[in-house]
């Protein structure tokens, strides 16, 4: 038996990213659709990413972002640089909990941490960032070998599928899988397509592809602007990386 599995993430409020990803998805066979976490933040529609994937009954679990908005709390506890990426991380967070609504808050707040399954006999963890710091652990391929075992050997199951790095990862460490499927709606590999995973389980055996969607990132762009969010918000989306927010001159330098 095959069974089809989609894993998508780090949403971050780009509904252009996220249609894109459903669309390419409606044309193939895909039996479950999971989310990974962030479904809000930096992006300027925060209330409808909430709201179309809570309509689609897509699981979802728990990202630092959904957090930080769902509690409004004042940090997203995540790593940015001092300056200006401080600034620009503290305007997107007091803005996403402001034009949020007490439903979608609600529906934030009680994402659970983590969710394990088993398909044909594979057993699958699902967390953010990592089984051993669920919402905020960055896990890349540059992180050291022996946290990687460490994090691998603290879990029974033999896929651990998660996001928070915006960075696509597949990674085999002690005889386990690590999958990251990037990020939807902010990717940061220098790719500015939107990124997700198709994992297949037949007969036990796993196999996995990344897929980029193209998505109108002059849509966002424009409604990044019109709602008064910070630039530099767009230029992330349009570089599909982050860089050195001393220099917005680059905004300009795209025709955007
Ligand atoms: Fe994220």
């Avoid at 992006?43 to 972002?65: Q, T």
């Avoid at 037949?202 to 424009?222: A, F, H, L, N, W």
Wanted: glycine fraction near 10%.
């Amino acid at each position: 038996m095959t069974l089809r599995l989609a894993f998508l993430g780090d949403v971050h409020g780009n509904l252009e990213a996220l249609d894109a990803v459903l669309e390419d998805l409606s044309g193939r066979k895909v039996d479950r659709v999971y989310c990974l976490g962030d479904l809000v933040g930096y992006g300027p529609d925060p209330e409808e990413v909430v709201k179309r994937l809570k309509g689609l009954n897509v699981v979802s679990i728990m990202g630092n972002y959904d957090e930080a908005v769902g509690f409004s709390k004042e940090s997203c506890g995540c790593s940015y640089s001092p300056g200006r990426e401080e600034e620009v991380g503290e305007i997107s967070l007091n803005w996403t909990i402001r034009y949020t609504s007490d439903e979608a808050k609600e529906y934030l707040r009680n994402l659970p941490r983590k969710l394990s399954f088993e398909v044909e006999g594979v057993r699958f963890l699902l967390v953010h960032g990592s089984p051993l710091d669920e919402l905020f652990e960055y896990v890349k391929p540059d992180t050291p070998t022996p946290r990687l075992k460490e994090i691998v050997s603290s879990v029974e199951e033999d896929v651990v599928v998660n996001g928070h790095t915006h960075l696509p990862m597949i990674l085999w460490v002690g005889g386990k899988l690590i999958l990251n499927p990037g990020s939807v709606g902010r990717p940061k590999d220098g790719d500015p397509r939107a990124s997700y995973m198709i994992v297949e389980v037949r007969d036990g055996i796993v196999s996995y592809e990344v897929v980029r969607v193209p998505y109108d990132v002059k849509r966002t762009v424009e409604k990044i602007a019109e709602r008064g969010l910070p630039p530099e918000l767009g230029t992330v989306l349009a570089l599909g990386r982050t860089y050195n927010m001393g220099s917005p001159t680059v905004f300009f330098s795209l025709g955007l």
